[in-house]
């Protein structure tokens, strides 16, 4: 575990696994405001993310995904790595998968990272990522937040991770995705406006609890 600057915490466990950045886990807990799923759904201007995810990917081939949470107990981190796993973004062909998952009624984020991202771009690069989606965060600019966020991983993983003309494909949904009891043995997500990807079903439900 490496502390890096702003009280973010670097999770780097087996040189395969992803890598978690995040707030440190004492400051999890500064907000229990309970929100229903329709609030949650209004926090986040979803079209404008999915748009900006686009745009990032035009740029790389590394894949973006966002997930929002409910009000749930227990660690953001774990959570988020399940999420990851959940969601397909470890299974890439490059792993090159990136996953921003956020807690609005914990004021919680987890910024995860597959691999190969994160070989080249360091800790340096997740502390970057995640002040930008803090300084929106605090004063209430969720989407604003999002889109900043994604346009900095499009336009730094751009040289890393180039888009192929001849053979790129988006290999994971650009839909913000709902994950409502993914603490839970058999979370099930819910994409915003468009039924869950293929392969989100049970049989996928084989992450460590």
Do not use: K
């Amino acid at each position: 575990m490496v502390v890096a600057a702003a009280g973010v915490v670097v999770f780097a466990a087996a040189a395969a696994a992803p890598v978690v950045v995040g707030p440190p886990a004492a400051g999890e807990f500064r907000s229990v405001t309970m929100l229903t799923r329709r609030q949650l759904l209004r926090l986040v201007d979803a079209p404008a993310v999915e748009a900006a995810i686009a745009r990032a990917e035009s740029r790389t081939s590394a894949e973006i995904r966002v997930a929002l949470a409910p009000f749930f107990w227990g660690s953001i981190r774990d959570t988020a790595e399940r999420a990851f796993v959940r969601l397909g973004i470890g299974s890439t062909r490059a792993h090159n998968g990136v996953l921003i998952f956020l807690v609005p009624s914990r004021r919680g984020l987890a910024v995860i990272g597959d691999a190969a991202i994160h070989a080249v771009v360091g800790a340096a690069f997740w502390t970057e990522v995640c002040g930008r989606l803090e300084t929106s965060f605090r004063a209430g600019r969720y989407t604003e937040g999002l889109v900043a966020a994604i346009e900095l991983l499009g336009i730094r993983l751009g040289p890393s991770f180039p888009v192929d003309p001849a053979g790129d494909r988006n290999e994971l949904p650009n839909a913000v995705v709902v994950v409502d009891h993914i603490a839970q043995s058999s979370p099930q997500p819910e994409e915003v406006g468009a039924d869950p990807a293929p392969g989100l079903g049970p049989r996928r439900a084989t992450m460590r609890t």
